[in-house]
């Protein structure tokens, strides 16, 4: 595959406390009229992270149309799963509701941090999200006694299937921290089954982290976009694929991804967090450049 990039479509501004800086984890979601509305992260002067989002005209070459006023979700109260922020991994559409898959941070003192998956529980007349709990959905267990992270879920016919990432290991520095992609299982899209079973793991030699999957299913075969970091240490992200017939075990290709870095730009140091959309008959990437999505968020049209 070739993608064709089309550049940044949008930059955040220090509009606000909650948006200092940052529009990273674009999540492409369809709204009535024809809008195409990106929720994103960001952050605030203290580097806590917010959900948010902007409104894009895809017939006048995906014009921004409107932000938002005031953030969709915000960390939670001191002492909560989320109170160091909430990070966007996905939504899903449902017949009554949306259902917003979510990363809570926590600061901690032999880590660096702690993290947790959270539910938002969407309304489709108001748009409006609220919290499912105070608590986490999926937390750390026997399973992930580390961490778990990133979450993406996909209806799949009567069943939810979640590509979640999670820490086999922590170590003095960040780069031990040994994180993959696991899998799970739901019929209601709240309680999970963990597998155990690792879905996307290292291949290349120093690589210590893969995160943040976009998952499709085209007819019989699962295909995943995610962002990792190929070693050795201080290596930047840089977006990945890989396919399944299972949905379960993926087979890297990442030679075959057919996107990376700029030689100069808002892209150039690293590119990261993609989501995949259809528009007029195409295939389309949201994606983050420089600083884990300082720079905004771009677009990128898949060249058939």
Known sequence: MRWIKKGVIFTPEAQ???????????VPFWLPG??????????DSKSRSFISWVDLNPSEGFKVMQTAKHPVLTPGGIGLF???????GCIVEGKENWL??????????????????GLAIGNPVTAEFQKNSLAPMMDRDHTDPYSVSYPFVLKDGNKYRMWYGTNRNWGSRQEEMDHVLKY???????????????SLDHVYPGEYAVSRPFVRKKEDLYQMWFSYRPG??????????????????????????????????????????????????????LYNGNGYGKTGFGLAELAE
């Open 16 to 26: 606000a406390d909650w948006q200092f800086s940052h529009a990273a984890n674009p």
């Open 34 to 43: 024809g809008f195409l509305r990106v929720y994103y992260t960001s952050r």
């Open 82 to 88: 989320d109170d160091s922020g909430v990070t966007l």
């Open 100 to 117: 917003m898959y979510y990363l809570g941070w926590n600061l901690a003192v032999t880590v660096p941090w702690h993290n947790s998956i």
């Open 184 to 198: 799970a299982e739901s019929e209601d899209g709240i309680h999970w089954n963990r597998s155990g079973i690792v």
């Open 232 to 285: 050795p240490e201080g290596a930047t992200y840089r977006i990945g694929y890989a396919e399944s017939n299972d949905g379960i075990r993926f087979t890297r290709k990442d030679a075959e991804v057919g996107i990376t870095v700029s030689e100069t730009g808002w892209d150039s140091e690293m590119v990261c967090y993609p989501s995949l959309f259809e528009y007029a008959g195409k295939t389309w990437m």
